[in-house]
């Protein structure tokens, strides 16, 4: 008997960074329940699924009682006795209840918590869990991504740049990855003890970036590594999201914390000399959003030896990620499902990565919860690499939790390959 939806319930939860968000619960004819959380972005590209707020003066406007409502009066009505399974047909069901591009009528924080809780739903309806509904038989564990020092929109912009993160890379296995990068956190910690009292922690659960200047994070972050006994660029390499819409304005680059402002070449060889003195394997919006100029140039130059990732830039819109593989800008995409605004589109938007021969990183937002879609989507679609934040905090350890579950209850599998296999110590 073909399951369909009898109730979609929406209520106000709270996010890590104390802002009110939008769960959603669907239940089904045959007694079963999905459940999701909209997560939120702090640093979010202009063309992505509008956060819907409520304005005003509560909770400095940033309530959302319209995307509850919006939900509950508009969304439920029109998905009722729809078939659970189905989920392009529920997606598409959204997409024609607010068919402006960027979700500003409903909200993408109230579509993306329906079509995530539709897919928990279903999954639960066909008894499987969710990673296995999306793909029965994974073959790989994506490898994490991991932040260890948090900056930009997400530190208050005591530096520039948003996020130092790591990747394991001679790690085969997850757990073992996930221990390379605490090891690597915990000896960053000890850095900025030695440094200081000024011992905190930014949005994702990475360090504070109590640093005078960018590149004193990534020097930082380097000798963390090295003082683990693990090699920087072998065992353990470096990532950064640049986030550079934050502070580009007419192709110009504002480094407020170091009182500078750069033309396009001048950044880019910053940057670039960045990824030849550190051992760098990825970065992630390296130029503007409104750029593409200077993000054809940067994949250019660097992207033989380092992934070049779309974020803004790509706003996990499929056609987008067509252009601009068609221009040679980027060669990954990250992908947000609440950039997208349904599960559907956000995985026309990986399928499209991949026909363009790029890799793919599945992400988190600055503003989570105990919500674990990420980590099922990423395995239910393969993904190359997750992204979620710091190894501290529960909304990000969640995820990676949620991760070693899934590997356990596979048998161990291996991680996938990261595309860059090493950079050597400089
Ligand atoms: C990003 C994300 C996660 P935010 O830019 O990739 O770090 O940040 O959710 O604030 O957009
Ligand atoms: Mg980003």
Known sequence: MTDVVTAVHARRVWDSRGRPTVEVEVSTRLGHRGRAIAPAGASRGSGEATDLRDGGARLGGLDVRRAVANVTERIAPALLGHPVGDQ??????????????????????????????VLHAAAASAGLSTWRYLNPRPTRIPRPQVQVIGGGAHAARRVDLQDFMVVPLSATRIDEALEHVAE??????????????????????????????????????????????????VDVAISLDIAASEFERDGRYHLASEDRVLDRDAWRAVVERWLADYPVVAVEDPAGEHDPESMRAFTDAVGDRALVVGDDFLVTDPARIEAAAATGACNTALIKVNQAGTVTRTARAHQAARAAGWSTIVSARSGETEDVSVAHLAVGWDADVLKVGSITRSERTAKWNELIRIDDELGGLPLAPFPIRSVARR
């Open 88 to 117: 392009p047909g529920i997606d598409a069901v959204l997409d024609a209840l607010d068919p402006s591009p960027t979700r500003s009528d409903l909200g993408g924080n109230a579509t993306v918590a329906v079509s995530l809780a």
């Open 184 to 233: 690597v956190y915990l000896s960053v910690g000890r850095i900025f003890a030695e440094r200081g009292p000024a011992l905190g922690v930014a949005d994702e659960g990475g360090f504070w970036p109590a640093v005078a200047r960018n590149e004193e994070a990534l020097a930082i972050l380097t000798d963390g590594i090295g003082r683990t006994g693990l090699v920087p660029g």
